[in-house]
Each structure stands twice: as structure tokens, then as C-alpha cells.
Nanobody, 121 residues
């Protein structure tokens, strides 16, 4: 019923930038929160950034000042602009969205498939 499709990952050198996108599609009534987590090999999943439908943003400590999350409510899409990338940013990045389906009275969290970001030193 709902699909989250991520794009924009890849291999870059330290100091460079990337922009990730995550587009939600399906029988969507509303989205109240979208965000990104990441997971590096051997490490726990880590919060990267969150954005609410009202535009409030929250960032993980390790990315504050370097990453910017934004959203396009009309397109049900979120973006993560990553600047000044470091090798320690290497991970699989997963987007998520808390979505209320048409005809439902509560929201459910959906996840994207993940996109690899690799930063070489």
C-alpha cells in the first residue's frame, strides 16, 4: 500500500557532499514525521535527522551543522543534504515516514530499503 523509495547514495571523498531523497507513494492521507537513520557495519542504528510536517527539525549530534533535512509536503518527499562528509559517515541510510493511510485514524511507520553512502578518506 505504501512505498518509500530512496535515491542519491554513492561513493564520495571526504569533504564532499551528497543529497539523499526519499519519496513516499501509495494510499496516503497524511505524513506527520519523516526522517533518516543510518547503520554502519557492527554499529547500532543511529538517528540522523527528523522533520515534522510543520517544519520542525531534529538532528543527531554527529551531523549537526553539516547535514540539512528538508521536505516537500506536496510531493511526500524528504531530502537530506550532507555536506563536509567524513569517513565515519559511511553507512546504510534508511528513510522512514509516519504515515496515516486514507480511511485510517492512526499512523504507521514505514521504512525505505536503505541506500549506501561511502566516504573515502
Amino acid at each position: 500500500q505504501v512505498q518509500l523509495v530512496e535515491s542519491g547514495g554513492g561513493l564520495v571523498q571526504a569533504g564532499e557532499s551528497l543529497r539523499l531523497s526519499c519519496a513516499a507513494s501509495g494510499n496516503i492521507d497524511s505524513i506527520n514525521v519523516m526522517g533518516w537513520y543510518r547503520q554502519a557495519p557492527g554499529k547500532q542504528r543511529e538517528l540522523v535527522a527528523i522533520i515534522t510536517s510543520g517544519g520542525t527539525t531534529i538532528y543527531g549530534d554527529s551531523v549537526k551543522g553539516r547535514f540539512t533535512i528538508s521536505g516537500d509536503n506536496a510531493k511526500n518527499t524528504e531530502y537530506l543534504k550532507m555536506n563536509s562528509l567524513k569517513p565515519e559517515d559511511t553507512a546504510v541510510y534508511y528513510c522512514y515516514a509516519n504515515i496515516q493511510l486514507v480511511g485510517w485514524d492512526s499512523s504507521t511507520r514505514y521504512w525505505g530499503q536503505g541506500t549506501q553512502v561511502t566516504v573515502s578518506s
